[in-house]
């Protein structure tokens, strides 16, 4: 069955940088499109944005909430996922997680991590 | 962008039918997916593609989605059913993933 296991979550100041990734296993890594979720403590859901796999050209879509401060990025060999994160502000702080799509033609998230969280305050 | 709606809340008798509902225009011409979360823990995904149930989802949670209206039925309401639970669509216009914003089931 497919695992999923984040880590790099913490305590950041606002302005700084954080590289989350995700160890994938029990799944063909490679093939799949992966995204990043999050949830503010007490709130709900948000997408923060997905990775398609390289064989459908690794392009990359972000939530507009995060666009242009996040990136994200994988290595097929250490079927690992990554979510850097730059210029971290307070509404920032959430727990991250890494989840698969394993059908490409439509989005939903078929396995979720077990979450790293982000603290970000002065 | 596209939005969808959820009650805040859902109560139902403990063995009776809970109804969850996830509004939004036109949602029938979309794919709705439906995710469970408990109390500290992660999503689990409970239905997708408006009524498929992953393996190891019981058969008591089924889907639905026409016109502007997606529900997630679970029959014969258990204690352990209690959650959060959200709904979820592909906006094609935006590219971009929506959530609904979350209903809180209780199981009296």
């Known amino acids: 069955e497919a695992q999923l296991v984040e880590s790099g979550g913490g305590f950041v100041k606002p302005g700084g940088s954080l590289r989350l990734s995700c160890a994938a296993s029990?799944?063909?890594?490679?093939?799949?499109?992966m995204s990043w979720v999050r949830q503010a403590p007490g709130k709900g859901l948000e997408w923060v944005g997905r990775i398609r796999s390289k064989t459908d050209g690794g392009t990359t879509e972000y939530a507009a909430t995060v666009k242009g401060r996040f990136t994200i990025s994988r290595d097929d060999s250490k079927n690992t996922l990554f979510l850097q994160m730059s210029n971290l502000k307070t509404e920032d702080t959430a727990v991250y997680y890494c989840?698969?799509?394993?059908?490409?033609?439509?989005?939903?998230?078929?396995?979720w991590g077990q979450g790293t969280l982000v603290t970000v305050s002065s | 962008s596209y939005e969808v709606t959820q009650p805040l809340s859902v109560s139902v008798a403990l063995g009776q039918t809970a109804r969850v509902t996830c509004g939004g225009n036109?949602?029938?011409?979309?794919?709705v997916n439906w995710y469970q979360q408990k109390s500290g823990q992660a999503p689990v995904l409970v239905i997708s593609?408006?009524?498929n149930r992953p393996s190891g989802i019981p058969e008591r949670f089924s889907g639905s989605n026409s016109w502007n209206t997606a529900t997630l039925t679970i029959s014969r309401a258990q204690a352990g059913d209690e959650a959060d639970y959200y709904c979820q669509v592909w906006d094609s216009s935006t590219a971009r993933v929506v959530f609904g914003g979350g209903t809180k089931l209780t199981v009296l």
């Open positions: 029990g799944f063909s890594f490679s093939n799949a499109w």
């Open positions: 036109n949602i029938g011409s979309k794919n």
């Open positions: 989840t698969t799509q394993l059908m490409t033609s439509v989005t939903y998230f078929d396995y």
């Open positions: 593609r408006d009524n």
